[in-house]
């Protein structure tokens, strides 16, 4: 807190997207930077802590892509920020059983924490897996990037749009300097023009334009241009034209006030899947339709394999195993609102899952 207040004393007012980076990813104070987030004990749950079929049916989907790419002699597999890598580990459990394929595999876990590398270091022992701390360090493929809630930790911008006019959102502090508030300045004309170019100015007053998510999807595009492959993404999103202001901030698995505890909660935003969909087109990729996370792990067999796993369990077991796989997939959990986007190299059909 007091990090932003004397940056905010100093500048009088950032801009939102620096607030956010501030908040969560500043070396010393930032939020991903201090703390472990992950689980029950922490701020927030993701799928692959929730059942790790997740972990297994996504396995599944990257050894069919691998034989539908001709079965590569090398594969490389990057997973774009690896939480506590539980992911990475049920991953690598499911992989050890397809031979050909986990002897042709390499994985790179982006991470820029180093308390979550520490973290992801004690879960995940595999001469198979290094880290690195940035896309461009990626130098060979095939490539299949994975993100799970990965972009929606990225800060944005917000332009407020009153008539004609438009105002971005900054954050500076009260006039007793002692609270953090919203202000708007008019917006310059350059961001004007790249709100306008991407067609974000549609219906709603609130426009949220990820900048640094779009940055990280043309990087990621531009290597599986050059190297083959694709990119598997889940995240919480819309896909509906309208704009919304989606911005919240979660401490305890209960939405706080974004300014109440700045580097003790977690900022998120939702993710607008058409704008995603449009701009890795844009970078010549093959784009799927988008799906949900329900149709995307049933068409995969997680119910099947649910069913076989049952079998062989005590009731209480089989209840559990079934209990977090409804939070995984019931339309008014995860089911619906996770979105499952999946772009690959041009010319390739690949499409189990959607």
């Known amino acids: ?31 991903y930077m201090k703390k472990n987030p992950f689980g029950k004990d922490g701020d927030f749950i993701t799928s692959p802590l929730i059942s790790n079929l997740f972990g297994e049916m996504v396995a599944i989907w990257c050894v069919a892509f691998w034989e539908h790419m001709g079965k590569p002699k090398k594969i490389l597999l990057v997973e774009l920020g690896p939480g506590d890598g539980s992911l990475c580990k049920d991953l690598l459990r499911t992989f050890i059983q397809f031979k050909d394929f986990y002897n042709s595999l390499e994985i790179n876990l982006l991470e820029i924490s180093d308390l979550l590398k520490t973290i992801q270091k004690v879960k995940i022992n595999n001469r198979k897996v290094k880290w690195i701390k940035k896309i461009n360090e990626i ?14 930790s990225l800060p944005i911008k917000q332009i407020y749009k009153k008539k004609k006019l438009f105002f971005e959102k900054y954050v500076a502090l009260s006039n007793d300097n002692k609270k953090i508030r919203f202000l708007h300045k008019k917006a310059n004309n350059s961001l004007i023009k790249r709100i306008q170019d991407l067609n974000l100015v549609s219906t709603g007053h609130v426009i949220e334009y990820p900048i640094k998510a779009l940055k990280f999807l043309e990087v990621i595009a531009e290597k599986i241009n050059e190297f083959d492959g694709g990119l598997l993404t889940f995240d919480y999103g819309y896909t509906e034209t309208k704009n919304q202001n989606t911005l919240q901030s979660v401490k305890k698995h209960k ?52 069913n076989i796993l049952s079998k062989k369990m005590t009731f209480k ?38």
Do not use: W
Not at 139 to 149: K, M, S, Y
């Open 1 to 31: 807190m007091n990090k932003i207040i004397n940056i905010l004393k100093e500048k009088k007012s950032i801009p939102l997207d620096q607030f956010i980076n501030i908040s969560l990813y500043d070396k010393k104070f930032g939020y």
């Open 317 to 354: 077991k089989k209840a559990n195993m079934f209990y977090r796989l409804k939070r995984l997939m019931d339309y008014r959990e995860m089911g619906s609102l996770f979105k499952v986007l999946f772009a690959q190299k041009k010319g390739r059909k690949f499409s189990l899952g959607f």
């Open 139 to 152: 130098n060979c493929g095939p490539v299949i990037f994975l993100g799970n809630e990965f972009f929606d």
């Open 255 to 306: 939405y706080t006030n974004l300014f109440s505890i700045p580097h003790h909660s977690d900022i998120t935003s939702h993710l607008n899947f058409k704008l995603f969909h449009k701009i890795l087109k844009k970078n010549n990729l093959n784009v799927e339709k988008i799906t949900n996370q329900n149709e995307f792990l049933r068409k995969i067999g997680i119910l099947e394999r649910a």
